[in-house]
């Protein structure tokens, strides 16, 4: 009797903790799914963030690589800025001499003899230098950088007057081989040096050293230049024949001077009286 009481209590003893098991695990079920949720929850949020964090970031990066283009286009326009305050510093600086540069006119006369006779007048203030005229076929307006195009390497060479010195006022020259229409573009130094360009319609543009003027003199396929002759014998012989005619009509004046004197002594000289032996 005892022992089926025994089993009586054993058996509800294992009843209960097998329904207090099974409460446990249900429990540690429900509670292992609110973790599961919690848990995916979490890495929702957790993503979403990281997800708003990489946008931001990626916002970030692109108004970082703008205003890292947009620098880089300051600076771009900083430097440009400054090259032009460079280069209007410099044309202030060259103001006044190319002014005084802008004093030299040369222009075509009359073509005689197959020769372009030029007139060439030097207004400048000063004596000038390596003075190199070129006759141009040109329509429109010939620049500095323009120059070469016309006289391409291998081409025919250009015609020119050439003088290595130049004073103030009138010079008269000549172009062999040039005609008459052609436009007149020249080449000089000035006092200092410093080597002009003056084109056909009268602009000045800054050459530079005497280097400068070498390189064009090679672009132009004018490696050596040859100074041209000047009118100075025609000059000579209308000074001679002006002279002889100043000796003659000065010997002339003077016959008749003494001629006259001559004539007013006769004149006061007594005249023997009518009939009066001698």
């Known amino acids: 009797m005892k022992e089926k009481n025994w089993l009586s209590w054993l058996t509800v003893l294992a009843l209960v903790v097998g329904f207090a098991a099974m409460g446990a695990s249900v429990w540690l ?32 990066k692109k108004r970082l690589d703008k205003l890292a283009s947009d620098n880089s286009s300051l600076k771009k326009k900083n430097s440009r800025l400054a090259k032009e305050n460079q280069a209007l510093r410099q044309a202030n600086q060259d103001l006044p001499a190319a002014s005084a540069a802008a004093g030299l006119n040369v222009w075509e006369t009359e073509e005689k003899s197959g020769k372009l006779q030029l007139k060439i007048d030097n207004q400048t203030g000063q004596a000038v230098s390596d003075l190199l005229v070129l006759a141009v ?5 010939i620049t500095l950088n323009s120059l070469p ?8 060479k250009p015609r020119y007057f050439y003088r290595k010195k130049v004073a103030i006022g009138g010079t008269e020259g000549s172009l062999t081989g040039a005609y008459a229409g052609s436009d007149m573009v020249c ?12 084109g056909n319609r009268g602009q000045i543009e800054k050459i ?53 004197r001559k004539l007013n002594r006769a004149k006061r000289e007594p005249q023997p009286a009518v009939g009066t032996p001698l």
């Open 29 to 60: 079920s429900a509670q292992a799914a609110k973790q599961t949720q919690r848990n995916s929850q979490l890495a929702g949020q957790l993503y979403q963030a990281s997800r708003t964090k990489s946008q931001e970031a990626s916002s970030i």
């Open 208 to 260: 530079g050293s005497q280097a400068h003027f070498k390189k064009l003199l090679r672009q132009i396929s004018l490696n050596k230049l040859e100074e041209s002759p000047l009118p100075v014998k025609k000059m000579k012989t209308e000074k001679k024949k002006t002279s002889k005619k100043k000796r003659a009509r000065r010997k002339n004046e003077q016959e008749e001077k003494r001629a006259r």
């Open 187 to 198: 080449l000089f130094a000035d006092a200092s040096g410093v080597y002009w360009f003056k």
């Open 149 to 156: 195009s016309y006289f391409p390497v291998g081409g025919v």
């Open 137 to 141: 076929a040109a329509n429109g307006r």
